[in-house]
């Protein structure tokens, strides 16, 4: 059984199957479904997610020949006295892809078990109410064992809302730097009437869900990078820019529901929530409102700065004009008189707070 782009196109609605997948003449994926082994891993596929801007996602699908899965994941999260991971992304790509050094990878993972069931990854009395479903879940999706991190016996147990019940044979979970998925029931291998299913699920429209988080998070935090940066420069001239940039995020990536189907959008939601996706959004859109409100602000105290010194500085050229006008005179000591008394009174108006304000603010203005 295999899940192609269309298939998997049709499964989502019009804008995430545009981002995920592109369109015919701009596809967005690329794949390789060459199989291959190093030593007790077998590399399935990969494939790469390529967007506009140029930057992107690799996923590398792994099967575990044998042992269990925690291994490998703690080699791919780097874990102290892990072995290192035995293949290198960048040769796997086929020149599709510049892999960045040194990223740490978020994994999905899926495990199920034989009739013997699965076996306690923490057998401590202090964990022993802790079900066995549970505790792979957490270990997995937090790419830990006991050597790295002792969970704490009083905040083990996920709250009911987090765990994802995908249906009676299987649950998900969901964590900061990766999702796991557990049977709940044995696994009957080539014969069995679901897990086969499961298995390319979560390779695909699953995998997909979360693969749209991270290109979420990654944009958001482009988009607070670049908050941070107009802090340094002309509110102004970057204000444009940054608003075009939300308006792109918003309208390219930013969705929460992807499907009909509900299971993806509960991935995402989960991923959104682990990462607080919601709030940093919110919270950019605030600073966007409080930047547009300081420019306006910025904008009107200019502006009456200008009124106030132009007032200050027409006002009395345009009574001595007036004066000299009824006078009808052509006695220079007159005018000599009257255009210092003029200069006297721009000199006096100007030396008033409301004046040395208003050159104060276009001074700032200038000097921006």
């Known amino acids: 059984m295999s899940s192609t782009a269309a298939a998997r196109s049709d499964y989502y609605r019009a804008k995430a199957a545009r981002t995920l997948y592109g369109t015919a003449d701009t596809p967005r994926r690329w794949h390789d479904s060459a199989r291959r082994r190093i030593g007790d891993i077998e590399i399935l596929g990969v494939e790469a997610l390529r967007m506009n801007e140029g930057h992107g996602l690799v996923a590398v699908h792994l099967r575990c020949l044998r042992g269990t899965p925690i291994e490998l994941l703690r080699s791919l999260a780097g874990r102290r006295d892990a072995a290192p991971v035995p293949f290198d992304p960048q040769t796997l790509v086929d020149g599709q892809a510049k892999v960045e050094p040194d990223t740490r990878p978020y994994t999905v993972s899926f495990a ?16 022993r109410r802790w079900p066995v479903a549970s505790q792979w879940l957490w270990s997995m999706a937090s790419r830990t064992s ?13 709250a009911d809302s987090d765990i994802i019940r995908l249906s009676v044979d299987w649950q998900a ?31 695909s429209i699953y995998l997909d869900a979360v693969l749209l988080g991270l290109l979420q998070e ?39 529901h992807l499907t009909p189907h509900g299971i993806p959008n509960r991935l995402l ?16 859109l605030t600073e966007i409102s409080d930047f547009n409100r300081l420019a306006r602000d910025d904008e009107s105290r200019s502006v009456n700065a200008t009124v106030v010194v132009f007032t200050l500085l027409t006002v009395p050229v345009g009574i001595a004009l007036a004066l000299l006008q009824v006078l009808e005179t ?25 004046a040395r304000l208003a050159i104060r603010a276009l001074r700032r203005r200038l000097t921006q």
């Open 112 to 127: 199920t078990h034989g009739k013997g069931g699965l076996p306690r990854l923490y057998r401590s009395m202090r964990y």
């Open 146 to 158: 006991l050597v790295d991190y002792p969970p704490d016996p009083k905040n083990l147990e996920p």
């Open 173 to 203: 979970i969901v964590l900061r730097d990766g999702a796991a998925m557990v049977g709940l029931r044995p696994d009957q291998g080539h014969e069995d009437p679901f897990f086969g299913y499961a298995a390319v699920y979560v390779r």
């Open 218 to 256: 990654q944009a958001l935090t482009a988009l607070e990078e670049r908050m941070m940066a107009a802090l340094d420069s002309s509110m102004a001239a970057t204000m444009a820019a940054l608003e075009r940039d939300v308006s792109s995020f918003r309208h390219q990536l930013w969705a929460q």
């Open 269 to 284: 939601s989960a991923y959104q929530r682990e990462h607080a996706l919601r709030d940093r959004f919110d919270q950019i």
């Open 330 to 354: 052509d006695d220079l000591w007159l005018i000599t008189t009257v255009s210092l008394a003029c200069l006297l009174l721009t000199a006096l108006l100007l030396r008033t707070r409301s």
